[in-house]
């Protein structure tokens, strides 16, 4: 009996669930299954190293981090060891990224042998228009950024990924669905960014599920810019209710959902994607069995 039939009947499929140590052999992409921290981010704070070590029982061997929640990096690493786990990357708002260079993120970055350093976060040149924009920064980007603010987080982008190369560390974007608005004439922000940013400096991490809810394709976005993705950000959405912003959309279990990977996958591979993350922001039951299924999920894609 081969594999894929092995897990078409459900006595077999909770079997597989249960294999928490299992390391399967080939995955959608060829490359080991990495998890955004992000999504095990209220467990972290209760029990740091412990939590690790249950992402990496899972069978997760990649991480990328958001935020370390007051460990030194020496802690950090130790923790990661431990659990078998390797950071591979690193989320940090342009805020902080400007401030705290020197004293915070290089330093992590460095002791966990980071390759990326990706923004999740931008910002404007004067962030007091954010504080003074009703609903704050987040509702700015979602109705009021303009063209000129993209272009301006493109020269801090710039400007960020050449010191970062500098130190051996490549610099990216990561979306969420404010990219994606209209300006004018059919460009949106992330255009504006993809024009920008200068290629030596900067690359993407496509989080294909907030570019989906923007109502775009990803498989568009790595056909046509295979050279300028590096990692993806992999998750599955609720349908939306009705009169809901793409940004309320709550995201699941991969395959239980709205979104086809199966498509992005081939896509993905096609462009040479090095690296891909899980991301499940919200839960309907307990967070490391959901990110489990997550992990069964895509190996049974291959």
């Given at each position: 009996?081969?594999?894929?039939t092995?897990?078409?009947?459900?006595?077999?499929?909770a079997?597989?669930l249960g294999?928490?140590?299992?390391?399967?052999?080939?995955?959608?992409?060829?490359?080991?299954?990495?998890?955004?921290?992000?999504?095990?981010?209220?467990?972290?704070?209760?029990?740091?190293?412990?939590?690790l070590?249950?992402?990496?029982?899972?069978?997760?061997?990649?991480?990328?981090?958001?935020?370390?929640?007051?460990?030194?990096?020496?802690?950090?690493?130790q923790?990661?060891?431990?659990?078998?786990?390797?950071?591979?990357?690193?989320?940090?708002?342009?805020?902080?990224?400007?401030?705290?260079?020197?004293?915070?993120?290089?330093?992590?970055?460095?002791?966990?042998?980071?390759?990326y350093?990706?923004?999740?976060?931008?910002?404007v040149?004067?962030?007091?228009?954010?504080?003074?924009?009703?609903?704050?920064?987040?509702?700015?980007?979602?109705?009021?950024?303009?063209?000129?603010?993209?272009?301006?987080?493109?020269?801090?982008?710039?400007?960020?990924?050449?010191?970062?190369?500098?130190?051996?560390?490549?610099?990216?974007?990561?979306?969420?669905t404010?990219?994606?608005?209209?300006l004018?004439?059919?460009?949106?922000?992330?255009?504006?960014?993809?024009?920008?940013?200068?290629?030596?400096?900067?690359?993407?991490e496509?989080?294909?599920?907030?570019?989906?809810?923007?109502?775009?394709?990803?498989?568009?976005?790595?056909?046509?810019?295979?050279?300028?993705?590096?990692?993806?950000h992999?998750?599955?959405?609720?349908?939306?209710?009705?009169?809901?912003?793409?940004?309320?959309?709550?995201?699941?279990?991969?395959?239980?959902?709205?979104?086809?990977?199966?498509p992005?996958?081939?896509?993905?591979?096609?462009?040479?994607i090095?690296?891909?993350?899980?991301?499940?922001?919200?839960?309907?039951?307990?967070?490391?069995?959901?990110?489990?299924?997550?992990?069964?999920y895509?190996?049974?894609?291959?």
């Amino acid at each position: 009996m081969n594999r894929r039939t092995f897990l078409k009947t459900s006595s077999a499929a909770a079997v597989a669930l249960g294999l928490a140590g299992t390391k399967l052999l080939a995955d959608p992409l060829g490359l080991p299954v990495g998890l955004q921290l992000y999504s095990v981010r209220m467990l972290l704070p209760k029990d740091y190293a412990g939590t690790l070590k249950q992402v990496g029982a899972i069978g997760y061997r990649e991480v990328e981090s958001a935020g370390f929640f007051g460990h030194s990096p020496e802690e950090v690493q130790q923790a990661m060891s431990a659990a078998g786990l390797h950071c591979v990357s690193g989320h940090y708002s342009l805020a902080d990224l400007t401030k705290k260079m020197d004293d915070d993120v290089l330093p992590y970055a460095k002791a966990l042998g980071m390759k990326y350093i990706i923004c999740p976060s931008p910002s404007v040149a004067d962030p007091a228009k954010l504080a003074s924009y009703p609903g704050g920064g987040g509702r700015y980007f979602q109705h009021g950024a303009t063209a000129d603010d993209w272009k301006w987080n493109a020269e801090q982008f710039n400007q960020i990924g050449k010191r970062l190369k500098g130190e051996g560390i490549r610099f990216g974007y990561h979306n969420h669905t404010p990219e994606f608005r209209d300006l004018g004439g059919g460009l949106d922000g992330y255009d504006v960014l993809l024009k920008e940013t200068d290629p030596e400096y900067v690359t993407f991490e496509l989080d294909c599920g907030w570019v989906s809810a923007s109502g775009k394709d990803p498989v568009t976005y790595l056909t046509k810019y295979p050279l300028r993705i590096s990692m993806l950000h992999v998750k599955d959405q609720k349908p939306l209710a009705a009169g809901k912003p793409a940004s309320e959309h709550v995201s699941t279990m991969l395959g239980k959902g709205t979104i086809d990977y199966k498509p992005i996958f081939a896509a993905a591979k096609k462009a040479g994607i090095k690296h891909y993350f899980v991301e499940q922001e919200e839960f309907d039951g307990d967070p490391l069995q959901e990110l489990k299924v997550d992990y069964q999920y895509l190996h049974a894609m291959r």
